[in-house]
């Protein structure tokens, strides 16, 4: 029950922090220094070849909430950030990834390597239990705690994203992500994926997820596993990296690193303002031909 009051009231903290509250609450972020509610995008713009786009202005975008256009006097600010951003890897240690941990320290060591000196991270590890490796720190090395893990236990897949999303609470980043490497099956969470995602989209923090399952295990357990990490990387606009290895699982890591540090931010008043708790579809388009443009799926309203 106390879990269960804590996650309720960690959610409204959090809400207040993405939507309009006093801006005392917001002095961590000059984009939402302001008493207007706002909603603030993460843009990724690729071109054919899959490179990030430069240049593109406030009126290259069309931003659509719920299949309605947002007037171009409703954004409230637009940059093309190449800033630091803070990140919190969560690193799978249950059970079920015995044969694969070693992998999965791999690619947490190698996501370390691709941050710029301004970047930091923070690293936790979880099974039925969450447990920080080490705090926010432009250090590239994976500390020695991690080495000595062995994996056991249940997997709280949806507590730790909640964790991670308060760890990043008080970071001063404009940019900020969640990395899960883990095989997505959530087995002990008091947490529900829908409350995991919403307290890192009123975060601001999109969720790259790599799936560490198997590659010989169970199909049906394999596809479940997928779509539950697909889910995560989707709806925060960020990225799902299928089971990696080898120069797949280098380049991955490579490409989430750089995609960090060259982000569009676009923040919107709404033209719902309504209170309701109730979910908003967000649809973003560039009027320029063969780009694609990545971004979250949507955000809750707050409610009350």
Same mark, same amino acid.
């Given at each position: 029950?106390?879990?269960?009051?804590? /996650?309720?009231?960690?959610?409204?903290?959090?809400?207040?922090?993405? *939507?309009?509250?006093?801006?005392?609450?917001?002095?961590?972020?000059?984009?939402?220094?302001?008493?207007?509610?706002?909603?603030?995008?993460?843009?990724? &713009?690729?071109?054919?070849?899959?490179?990030?786009?430069?240049? /593109?202005?406030?009126? %290259?975008?069309?931003?659509?909430?719920?299949?309605?256009?947002?007037?171009?006097?409703?954004?409230?600010? *637009?940059?093309?950030?190449?800033?630091?951003?803070?990140?919190?890897?969560?690193?799978?240690?249950?059970?079920?990834?015995?044969?694969?941990?070693?992998?999965?320290?791999?690619?947490? @060591?190698?996501?370390?390597?691709?941050?710029?000196?301004? %970047? &930091?991270?923070?690293? *936790?590890?979880?099974?039925?239990?969450?447990?920080?490796?080490?705090?926010?720190?432009?250090?590239?090395?994976?500390?020695?705690?991690?080495?000595? @893990?062995?994996?056991?236990?249940?997997? &709280?897949?949806?507590?730790? @994203?909640?964790?991670?999303?308060?760890?990043?609470?008080?970071?001063?980043?404009?940019?900020?992500?969640?990395?899960?490497?883990?095989?997505? /099956?959530?087995?002990?969470?008091?947490?529900?994926?829908?409350?995991?995602? %919403?307290?890192?989209?009123?975060?601001?923090?999109?969720?790259?997820?790599?799936?560490?399952?198997?590659?010989? =295990?169970?199909?049906?357990?394999?596809?479940?596993?997928?779509?539950?990490?697909?889910?995560?990387?989707?709806?925060?606009?960020?990225?799902?990296?299928?089971?990696?290895?080898?120069?797949?699982?280098?380049?991955?890591?490579?490409? @989430?690193?750089?995609?960090?540090?060259?982000?569009?931010?676009?923040?919107?008043?709404?033209?719902?303002?309504? !209170?309701?708790?109730?979910?908003?579809?967000?649809?973003?388009?560039?009027?320029?031909?063969?780009?694609?443009?990545?971004?979250?799926?949507?955000? !809750?309203?707050?409610? =009350?």
């Amino acid at each position: 029950m106390q879990a269960k009051k804590f /996650l309720q009231l960690f959610h409204l903290c959090l809400l207040a922090s993405c *939507f309009g509250f006093p801006a005392e609450a917001q002095q961590n972020d000059d984009v939402l220094r302001t008493n207007t509610d706002l909603v603030v995008l993460n843009v990724t &713009v690729t071109d054919s070849a899959g490179k990030y786009v430069r240049g /593109l202005k406030a009126a %290259d975008f069309r931003i659509y909430e719920d299949g309605v256009a947002v007037p171009v006097d409703s954004i409230a600010s *637009f940059s093309l950030q190449e800033t630091p951003f803070a990140s919190v890897v969560l690193l799978d240690t249950s059970g079920s990834m015995e044969s694969r941990l070693a992998l999965a320290r791999s690619a947490a @060591i190698r996501f370390l390597d691709g941050l710029r000196e301004e %970047d &930091v991270a923070a690293v *936790f590890k979880f099974d039925t239990n969450i447990e920080q490796l080490q705090d926010f720190s432009s250090g590239r090395d994976l500390a020695p705690l991690a080495f000595g @893990i062995k994996a056991n236990g249940m997997t &709280v897949l949806n507590d730790a @994203i909640v964790k991670a999303a308060a760890a990043l609470n008080d970071r001063p980043e404009k940019r900020k992500a969640i990395v899960v490497l883990s095989d997505g /099956l959530d087995t002990h969470s008091q947490a529900s994926s829908s409350k995991a995602l %919403d307290l890192a989209l009123a975060q601001g923090a999109s969720i790259y997820t790599v799936d560490m399952s198997a590659t010989d =295990g169970s199909a049906s357990r394999n596809a479940q596993s997928a779509a539950i990490l697909k889910n995560f990387a989707e709806k925060s606009g960020a990225r799902f990296v299928a089971t990696p290895g080898g120069p797949a699982l280098r380049d991955a890591f490579a490409s @989430i690193a750089d995609e960090l540090g060259h982000q569009y931010t676009v923040a919107y008043r709404p033209l719902n303002r309504a !209170r309701d708790g109730k979910w908003r579809n967000i649809e973003v388009k560039v009027a320029r031909d063969a780009l694609t443009v990545r971004t979250r799926k949507g955000y !809750r309203a707050p409610k =009350g």
